[in-house]
């Protein structure tokens, strides 16, 4: 099995109901090592760039809207297979889909309020986590 790193953020629904360290509990139960994290807010013109792979999509305004909406953690996360692990732990997009157990049927609101995004490949992965952080904000 291979580490890997995968990027994560902790979307403004869950902030606003300071479940920062619930969510982080989960990601580090799975296994899931944070080697980098910041709270921040995004601008729009980083949440358009940021989901520009769905700019055609009908909730793409709502989605930049909402991801506005209020601070955010950035974090980059390693381990074993840190890819399909931390998808795993987040569970389906949307949140009445999701398994028990995972973050997102325990705490998320909706599909769009679903408390977390995670990187879905390696390659977006790198990608990702090059969008919010320098090489040197990142410790191992
Ligand atoms: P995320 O993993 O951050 O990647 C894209 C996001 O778009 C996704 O989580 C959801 O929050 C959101 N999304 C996907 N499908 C829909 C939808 N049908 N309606 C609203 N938001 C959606």
Do not use: W
Request: glycine fraction near 8%.
């Amino acid at each position: 099995m291979a580490t890997e790193r995968t990027f994560s953020i902790i979307k403004p629904d869950a902030t606003r109901r300071n479940l920062t360290g619930a969510v982080t509990k989960m990601l580090e139960n799975a296994g899931l090592r944070i080697v980098a994290s910041k709270r921040i807010r995004i601008t729009r013109h980083q949440a358009e760039g940021f989901y520009a792979v769905h700019r055609e999509r009908p909730f793409f305004a709502d989605l930049c809207g909402f991801m506005t909406s209020g601070p955010v953690v950035v974090q980059v996360l390693e381990g074993e297979n840190a890819v399909a692990r931390n998808r795993e732990v987040m569970g389906a997009t949307n949140p009445a889909n999701a398994d028990a157990g995972t973050i997102r049927k325990e705490l998320a609101e909706s599909i769009e309020a679903n408390s977390v995004h995670g990187s879905d490949s390696l390659e977006n992965a790198a990608t990702e986590i090059a969008f919010f952080f320098k090489p040197e904000e990142i410790v191992g």
